[in-house]
């Protein structure tokens, strides 16, 4: 099963998911917020007097952030959460087996006290755990808790229940502080899936076990924050003082969530907010970043592992046929699109593994490079189109995504005009409610996605998009395994061995095959890569995008 963001949050797994206060708002923000919004003070003799008084001055400021988004919170049960947003949230509401040391990508224990004894068939996780941890509600963690937490994960049926559930065979207290896992059949990026958000142990008073139920609008948990107020419009986190681990270098956090990315800009500009994340058009970013040095904010820019992508459908005529799909390749112009769409605020895309990884391998630059006219009409040729049978290529995308929009129709302008009389482009969008099962079943030749990753390696960029299991050459995919229908005896074979391979250097060797046939086989098409912006007041500080896209909210100071 695969996220991806067609419009609605990360399957969307997307930013197309993103989801009001204006200049007005900011009044209303101190009373909704309390974030230090002081009135003036009168003087002994009757005189109102500014709030720059010595009485109020010697008053210590809080040390609350007050944050605004535009994102949107469904769900805080772990056991269902799966947009990017509350991942964020649970991520510093409650603690998981694994994490990364911040600022790296390496793993360390977090609730667990070591590293994973594994046994030698890659089969068995044994995996001892922390002591003295409490519950939000005072409940204390154990293994038993966490097996049971672990079990509801999976027997709950939440849209990512998939994650522990494909992966294990059973889950089990194998002493006090013990956690014994059973996989189905060994995976080396096991532990680090054991860093989702969601494998994050609840209290079973709380918490049932029964399928299809959830609790939404609550979260206990043993992080360093407890959650106090959950609405629609407002989220606030308290520190948590029996937190086992350090404690935030803040009071806790008042964030504010908008309807309208105008909103957040105008309300963060005027000082409105300590922090303003996720969403903000391409333009406001540009504005704040011009502007940052005239008024002492500052602009925190992070490359992501969010990855966008034209899928080919490998079945449907006339892209079942290689050479159509390696011009369409050819036609592709990224450095056009980061400039007209999206300002210089992506990077070009030339695999589907992101960047950030050292095993990415820029395949698509390699072998089509950006706007190539030339080899696209050769490719073309091959297939049998030219100006007395032109191409004709659907662009498909969610009809609520305005980026999308702007990619479909410039990729139309750049294409029509570098392919004239060889290539007509026709531009189809469909609500995303409909869109999503009617990819599953093949309907469209050509869809414009994106990719929200479970888990910081690189299987999780290539497995959901290239593994079928069910299929002939020929024929292509069986089921929806992929959404490009795509069918390769050889790829099968390698996803599954560099599963299973616990040499690194071998492993990366797999992944450098996986990308050479995808390139050569085309059955998508990597585009650009987001980058994620925060924006902070001067004397707020410690503020950051982690290398797996998460934002440690503890440790931001004020």
Known sequence: ????????????????????????????????????????????????????????????????VTMGTTQKVRTLDPADSYEVFPGILLYNLGDRLYTY??????????????????????????????????????????????????????????RPSFLMSDQIESVEATGEYELTITLQSPFSAFTALLTFWGITPVPP???????????????????????????????????????????????????QLFSS????????????????????????????????????????EAGTTVTNYMMLNTKQAPLNDVNVRRAIAAMIDRTLLNERVFQGQAEPLYSLIPTSFDIY?????????????????????????DENNPLVLEIWYPSASTERNLVATTLEASIENMMAGIVEVEIKDVESATAWPNIGKGVYPTFLLNWYPD???????????????????DGGCNTSAN???????????????????????????HFGELQAILGDEVPYIPLWQNKDYIFAQDGVDSVSIEPNQQFLLWQVSK
Not at 123 to 145: C, K, M, Q
Not at 268 to 283: N, R, S, V, W
Not at 361 to 383: C, H, I, N, R, T
């Open 483 to 509: 959404d490009a229908f795509y069918f390769n005896p050889t790829v099968n074979d390698l996803i599954t061995q560099q599963r299973q391979e616990t040499d690194v250097e071998v492993r990366k060797a």
């Open 455 to 473: 888990f910081f390696d690189a299987d999780t960029f290539i497995q959901p998009f290239m593994e079928c299991l069910d299929g002939t050459v």
């Open 101 to 158: 040391k911040p600022d790296t990508t390496e793993l360390v224990p977090q609730l667990a006290t070591e590293m994973p004894t594994i046994s030698d068939d890659g089969l068995t996780y044994t995996i001892p755990l922390r002591e003295g941890v409490t519950f939000h509600d005072g409940s204390d963690f154990n293994a038993e808790v966490m097996a049971y937490s672990l079990q509801r994960f999976m027997e709950n049926g939440g």
């Open 205 to 255: 008073g709380a918490y049932p076990i029964a399928e299809g139920e959830f609790i939404p609008d609550t979260f206990i948990g043993t992080g360093p924050y407890k959650l106090v107020e959950l609405t629609p419009d407002i989220i606030r986190f308290d520190v948590f003082e029996d937190y086992w681990g350090e404690a935030p270098a803040n009071e806790g956090y008042d964030i």
């Open 261 to 300: 990315a105008a909103n957040l800009y105008n309300t963060f500009k005027t000082g409105g907010l300590d922090i303003a994340y996720q969403t903000l058009d391409p333009e406001q970013i540009r504005d704040l970043e011009a502007t940052a040095d005239a008024n002492s904010w500052r602009v925190i």
């Open 1 to 64: 099963m695969k996220k991806l963001d067609i419009s609605f949050p990360r399957w969307s797994r997307s930013v197309l998911g993103t989801r009001v206060l204006g200049l007005a708002g900011t009044v209303s923000l101190c009373a909704v917020l309390t974030v230090g919004c002081t009135a003036p003070t009168v003087s002994t003799n009757g005189d109102a007097e500014s709030s720059t008084t010595t009485e109020e001055a010697s008053v210590p400021k809080s040390r609350r």
């Open 361 to 385: 391998q820029p395949v698509f630059k390699d072998l089509y490079g950006d706007g190539e006219a030339e080899k696209a009409k050769s490719f073309l040729a091959e297939a049998g189109f």
